[in-house]
Nanobody
């Protein structure tokens, strides 16, 4: 089993920045993709960003391109999501995920964290 623990969420004003972290632990395996989804109240869970094992491939939702940056450090089994120019519509619970392809659907990711709340005030 894999455990994913997110941190770094909080409340920020529009235009501000936050950095989320996700540490993976437990069962070890190689070459896994890490990513982030989010879910706002009353909405479906949606893809945000993902990064390949080596970090040479990334994928972003159109709504966050140019504002969010995903990265990872395999030495500490941790992925990061740097979020800049935050907007009220970015308010959601953000979930860290692990899978084996850089997909955009929920079903493509086998492991999920508990989520961390991000709130952006106008």
């Amino acid at each position: 089993q894999v455990q994913l623990v997110e941190s770094g969420g909080g409340m920020v004003q529009a235009g501000g920045s936050l950095r989320l972290s996700c540490e993976a632990s437990g069962r070890t395996f190689s070459r896994y993709v890490m990513g982030w989804f989010r879910q706002a109240p009353g909405k479906e869970r949606e893809f945000v960003a993902a990064i390949s094992w080596s970090g040479d491939r990334t994928r972003y939702a159109d709504s966050v391109k140019g504002r969010f940056t995903i990265s990872r450090d395999n030495n500490v089994n941790t992925a990061y999501l740097q979020m800049n120019s935050l907007k009220p519509e970015d308010t959601a619970v953000y979930y860290c995920v692990v899978g084996w392809s850089i997909g955009i659907t929920v079903n493509e990711y086998a492991y999920w964290g508990q989520g961390t709340q991000v709130t952006v005030s106008s």
